[in-house]
């Protein structure tokens, strides 16, 4: 999978906890990207970052936030979990803006 | 909002025969058009892609067709195989307010029957 690995791969946390995902890439692409899946809703695009602490909002952000210290590693960050979270978030990577994704396995994230 | 329409949700077909998923963006410009590919519990992987300045792109049995002032595309499937069976998403690179927004359809779930 081009070099992007993301963990946890399935996690099922309480609501109202924080939950931290981390993708992480070798392939040293300047853009990252997070994506959650969810049945009738295709891929929707959450945060992504352009550069080191370079990020930018979705079209759902809302309880959200990222973080990029190095190229290597992204992190997505539930601040306060809830039910309507719960999705399939992929993990997404690429050279330039218009170029080709490469998408991570995914971590199922079950919000109890 | 930047949107893309794809449809069917859903398609069954033979074996052998031709699966044909259509895409439609609305009032943006967008420089890059690829397809997605994805099975399940899998990420989507890159199956096909085509930029403006051409009309088709083929490569092995799947074909983009893209209708720029229809601002509609397609994704053909000919010779549909068992093993074609997956989600199938359509994407669009917008390039105002910046192209590093890949936008998705809503995926197409093909099932290619025996």
């Known amino acids: 999978d081009a070099g992007i690995t993301q963990s946890p791969r399935h996690k099922v946390t309480e609501t109202g906890t924080p939950v931290t995902l981390r993708c992480h890439q070798t392939e040293n692409h300047r853009y990252m990207y997070w994506y959650r899946q969810d049945p009738g809703h295709g891929l929707r695009l959450i945060h992504y970052s352009y550069g080191v602490k370079d990020t930018d909002k979705g079209e759902v952000s809302d309880g959200y936030s990222v973080s990029r210290s190095k190229t290597e590693d992204f992190l997505l960050t539930l601040e306060s979990a809830t039910s309507s979270q719960t999705s399939v978030y992929f993990c997404?990577?690429?050279?330039?803006?218009?170029?080709?994704?490469?998408f991570g396995q995914g971590t199922r994230l079950t919000v109890v | 909002q930047q949107q893309v329409k794809q449809s069917p949700q859903s398609l069954i077909v033979q074996k052998g025969g031709i699966s044909i998923i259509n895409c439609a963006y609305e009032?943006?410009?967008?420089?890059?058009f690829p397809w997605y590919q994805q099975f399940p519990g899998k990420g989507p992987a890159l199956l096909i892609a085509?930029?403006?300045?051409?009309s088709e792109k083929k490569e092995g049995r799947f074909t983009i067709s893209f209708n720029k002032s229809a601002k509609q595309f397609s994704l053909h499937i000919m010779d549909s195989q068992p093993g074609d069976s997956a989600t199938y998403f359509c994407?669009?690179?917008?390039?105002?307010?910046?192209?590093?927004?890949?936008?998705f359809g809503k995926g197409t779930k093909l099932t290619v029957n025996p």
């Open positions: 009032n943006t410009a967008f420089d890059y």
């Open positions: 994407a669009a690179y917008p390039t105002q307010g910046g192209s590093e927004k890949l936008v």
């Open positions: 997404a990577i690429s050279w330039a803006g218009n170029t080709e994704a490469f």
């Open positions: 085509i930029r403006p300045d051409v």
